[in-house]
Protein backbone atom coordinates (compact mmCIF):
# COMPACT_ATOMS: atom_id res chain seq x y z
CA UNK A 1 0.00 0.00 0.00
CA UNK A 2 2.70 2.38 0.48
CA UNK A 3 4.73 1.72 -2.55
CA UNK A 4 1.31 3.00 -4.25
CA UNK A 5 0.56 5.52 -1.91
CA UNK A 6 -3.04 4.21 -1.11
CA UNK A 7 -4.40 4.09 2.48
CA UNK A 8 -6.03 1.88 3.98
CA UNK A 9 -9.71 2.85 3.29
CA UNK A 10 -8.87 3.34 -0.27
CA UNK A 11 -7.53 -0.45 -1.08
CA UNK A 12 -10.54 -1.68 -0.23
CA UNK A 13 -13.85 -2.50 -2.47
CA UNK A 14 -16.94 -0.62 -2.03
CA UNK A 15 -20.31 -2.44 -1.15
CA UNK A 16 -20.94 -1.40 -5.28
CA UNK A 17 -17.80 -3.13 -6.58
CA UNK A 18 -18.45 -6.23 -4.86
CA UNK A 19 -22.15 -6.53 -5.78
CA UNK A 20 -20.89 -5.71 -9.64
CA UNK A 21 -17.82 -8.36 -9.56
CA UNK A 22 -20.73 -10.97 -8.36
CA UNK A 23 -23.09 -10.10 -10.89
CA UNK A 24 -20.41 -10.56 -13.74
CA UNK A 25 -19.00 -13.36 -12.57
CA UNK A 26 -21.91 -15.57 -10.83
CA UNK A 27 -25.13 -14.06 -12.62
CA UNK A 28 -26.16 -13.36 -8.71
CA UNK A 29 -27.48 -9.96 -7.59
CA UNK A 30 -26.47 -9.96 -3.93
CA UNK A 31 -27.28 -7.34 -1.08
CA UNK A 32 -25.27 -5.04 1.10
CA UNK A 33 -26.59 -7.47 3.79
CA UNK A 34 -25.55 -10.22 2.19
CA UNK A 35 -22.04 -8.95 1.99
CA UNK A 36 -21.99 -7.59 5.49
CA UNK A 37 -23.29 -11.63 7.15
CA UNK A 38 -20.06 -12.85 5.06
CA UNK A 39 -17.23 -10.36 6.02
CA UNK A 40 -18.53 -10.60 9.92
CA UNK A 41 -18.16 -14.84 8.87
CA UNK A 42 -14.72 -13.97 8.47
CA UNK A 43 -13.87 -11.68 10.55
CA UNK A 44 -14.01 -8.28 8.99
CA UNK A 45 -14.82 -5.94 11.71
CA UNK A 46 -17.72 -3.45 10.15
CA UNK A 47 -18.45 -0.49 11.79
CA UNK A 48 -21.76 0.19 14.15
CA UNK A 49 -25.04 -0.30 12.26
CA UNK A 50 -27.39 2.65 13.43
CA UNK A 51 -30.45 1.45 11.41
CA UNK A 52 -31.07 -1.24 14.41
CA UNK A 53 -34.59 -3.37 14.19
CA UNK A 54 -36.94 -1.94 16.54
CA UNK A 55 -37.22 -5.42 17.86
CA UNK A 56 -34.34 -7.48 19.51
CA UNK A 57 -35.95 -10.67 18.12
CA UNK A 58 -36.49 -9.30 14.65
CA UNK A 59 -35.38 -11.63 12.05
CA UNK A 60 -33.39 -11.36 8.74
CA UNK A 61 -32.61 -12.69 5.73
CA UNK A 62 -29.44 -15.20 6.11
CA UNK A 63 -26.84 -15.10 2.95
CA UNK A 64 -27.69 -17.98 0.31
CA UNK A 65 -24.47 -20.36 0.34
CA UNK A 66 -24.54 -20.02 -3.27
CA UNK A 67 -24.19 -16.39 -2.97
CA UNK A 68 -22.07 -16.64 0.26
CA UNK A 69 -19.65 -18.63 -2.23
CA UNK A 70 -19.60 -15.76 -4.95
CA UNK A 71 -18.46 -12.84 -1.68
CA UNK A 72 -16.42 -14.84 -0.73
CA UNK A 73 -14.08 -15.39 -4.01
CA UNK A 74 -14.67 -11.34 -4.53
CA UNK A 75 -12.87 -10.82 -0.95
CA UNK A 76 -10.35 -13.38 -1.72
CA UNK A 77 -9.73 -11.86 -5.14
CA UNK A 78 -9.58 -8.38 -3.23
CA UNK A 79 -7.05 -10.09 -0.52
CA UNK A 80 -9.58 -8.53 2.13
CA UNK A 81 -9.19 -12.12 3.61
Do not use: W
Not at 14 to 33: D, M, N, P, Q, R
Not at 51 to 78: F, R, S
Amino acid sequence: MDELGLTAAESRATYEEIKAYVLEHTGFKVSSLYIAQVKQKNGIIERENYNKPKYEDAKQPKCPPEKEVGIMEELLHLGMI
